[in-house]
């Protein structure tokens, strides 16, 4: 159970940092480099790690489901 659990959490991560930082760097080239609007442009990436979050916890989910003990 506790090998399961590592497994669902680090594929949750992997999931997380990749939807994050691809939703981050598009963000980014698309709000332009203009940053005179700080708090919107942290707004911004707030929102694309959110958007990173959830594909981690698909990710995660899908793993759970086709897990298999080997």
Same mark, same amino acid.
């Given at each position: 159970?506790?090998?399961? #659990?590592?497994?669902?959490?680090? =594929?949750f991560?992997r $999931?997380f #940092?990749? /939807?994050?930082? !691809?939703?981050?760097?598009t963000? $980014?080239?698309?709000a @332009? %480099?203009? *940053? %005179?609007?700080?708090?919107q442009? #942290? $707004?911004? *990436? @707030?929102?694309?790690?959110?958007? @990173? /979050?959830?594909? $981690? !916890? *698909? *990710?995660a989910?899908d793993?759970?489901? =086709?897990? %298999?003990?080997?």
């Open positions: 159970m506790m090998e399961e #659990i590592k497994i669902l959490a680090i =594929r991560l $999931g #940092i990749a /939807g994050a930082v !691809g939703s981050m760097i963000v $980014g080239v698309f @332009g %480099t203009n *940053l %005179t609007d700080f708090q442009w #942290i $707004g911004l *990436l @707030g929102l694309a790690a959110i958007a @990173g /979050g959830i594909t $981690g !916890g *698909l *990710l989910l793993k759970a489901i =086709r897990f %298999t003990n080997e």
